[in-house]
């Protein structure tokens, strides 16, 4: 005689919703150039869209795992160099990396402080490497924000537009100097990314030997 035994339905292995899988989703939306929605989101989870609520508050904890999400994708050296220029150099470097994947993103992280654990890794790594390199502690914070907001600020550029000035054709007499400079940039090969952290390794370089 034989028996057949009926499978009883539990839970799956792997849950299908988490925090990090939330925070991972949602910076998938903002790399793809969408606006963060909720329902979206769900949709993308193929799950209900409340049942987020059992793993967050709401829209704000959700950007936070997302900055989460793009701290695991930056591009961070275990170890820094020892040198002031290398520590500058290297911190813009590893924030760009990270922010140019997604500037949709950014204008939400200017709204609300730092607080997922990962982020704060990140900063902590970014502070030793800055304490090791000899700058003074009341100037590392404002050190690391400058770099942070450049980063943010030049990500956001290159999203928006692929050049900050446009002059009709026929009217660069006008505007001469403008004109010639706008030449002259188009001509060269010279990465706009890394003049920038040229000029704010040298920058804060100066700044810091000047009060320490």
Same mark, same amino acid.
């Given at each position: +005689? ?8 539990? @839970? ?14 949602? %910076?998938? +939306? ?35 795992? =997302?900055?989460?999400? #793009? ?12 040198? %002031? ?11 760009? *990396?990270?922010? @140019? %994947? ?6 939400? #992280? ?5 607080? $997922? ?7 902590? $790594? ?10 003074? =502690? $009341? ?9 942070? *907001?450049?980063?943010?600020?030049? *990500?956001?550029?290159?999203?928006? +537009?692929?050049? =900050? ?8 007499? *006008?505007?001469? $100097? %403008?004109? +010639? ?32």
């Amino acid at each position: +005689m034989q028996t057949s035994a009926k499978k009883k339905m539990g @839970r799956p292995l792997t849950p299908r919703l988490s925090r990090k899988a939330i925070g991972r989703a949602a %910076l998938a +939306m903002f790399e793809a150039g969408e606006d963060l929605s909720l329902p979206k989101l769900a949709e993308r989870l193929e799950v209900t869209q409340s049942s987020f609520y059992k793993h967050v508050s709401g829209r704000q904890e959700i950007i936070e795992l =997302a900055r989460g999400a #793009l701290v695991e994708r930056a591009r961070v050296p275990e170890q820094f160099p020892d040198t %002031l220029d290398g520590v500058i150099r290297q911190t813009f470097e590893a924030l760009i *990396s990270a922010y @140019r %994947l997604v500037p949709a993103l950014l204008p939400l #992280l200017l709204t609300q402080p730092v607080t $997922h654990p990962a982020a704060l890794g990140l900063y902590d $790594h970014f502070v030793a490497a800055f304490e090791k390199a000899g700058v003074p =502690a $009341h100037l590392i914070i404002p050190a690391i924000e400058a770099l942070d *907001s450049a980063a943010i600020g030049a *990500s956001l550029d290159a999203f928006a +537009m692929e050049a =900050a000035w446009s002059i009709d054709e026929g009217r660069q007499e *006008s505007y001469p $100097h %403008l004109s +010639m400079a706008l030449d002259a940039v188009a001509a060269s090969k010279t990465d706009r990314f890394t003049f920038l952290a040229d000029v704010l390794a040298a920058g804060l370089k100066a700044a810091i030997d000047d009060t320490a």
